[in-house]
Nanobody
Framework: QVQLVESGGGLVQPGGPLRLSCAAS????????TGWYRQGPGKQRELVAE???????NYADFVKGRFTISRDNAKSTMYLQMNSLKPEDTAVYYC?????????????WGQGTQVTVSS
């Protein structure tokens, strides 16, 4: 199991930056995939970015070139640097961890952090 705690959300103006953090209760290196998802008002939860234990990174098309996912194994913390934010990026952002054990995938979620992009 793993507990995830997000931080760093808030109100930001369009075009501005924001960095989200996700602290994990166990070594991030022991987690198969860590990532960020978001859920906007009236929308389904969607993948934003994810990074595998082997350092493969996948971004959703709508954030390519604007967002950067990274992690600090020593701090067991994952980050999402968001630049050039748009009003449509407004959503609750969730940290996710996928642990694969004997061909079964276990999903763990943080509590979410609100990001609001507005002038």
């Amino acid at each position: 199991q793993v507990q995830l705690v997000e931080s760093g959300g808030g109100l930001v103006q369009p075009g501005g930056p924001l960095r989200l953090s996700c602290a994990a209760s166990r070594s991030i290196f022991s987690i198969n995939v860590t990532g960020w998802y978001r859920q906007g008002p009236g929308k389904q939860r969607e993948l934003v970015a994810e990074i595998t234990r082997g350092d493969s990174i996948n971004y959703a098309d709508f954030v390519k070139g604007r967002f950067t996912i990274s992690r600090d194994n020593a701090k067991s913390t994952m980050y999402l640097q968001m630049n050039s934010l748009k009003p449509e990026d407004t959503a609750v952002y969730y940290c996710n961890a996928k642990i694969i054990d004997y061909a079964l995938t276990y999903d763990y979620w943080g509590q979410g952090t609100q990001v609001t992009v507005s002038s």
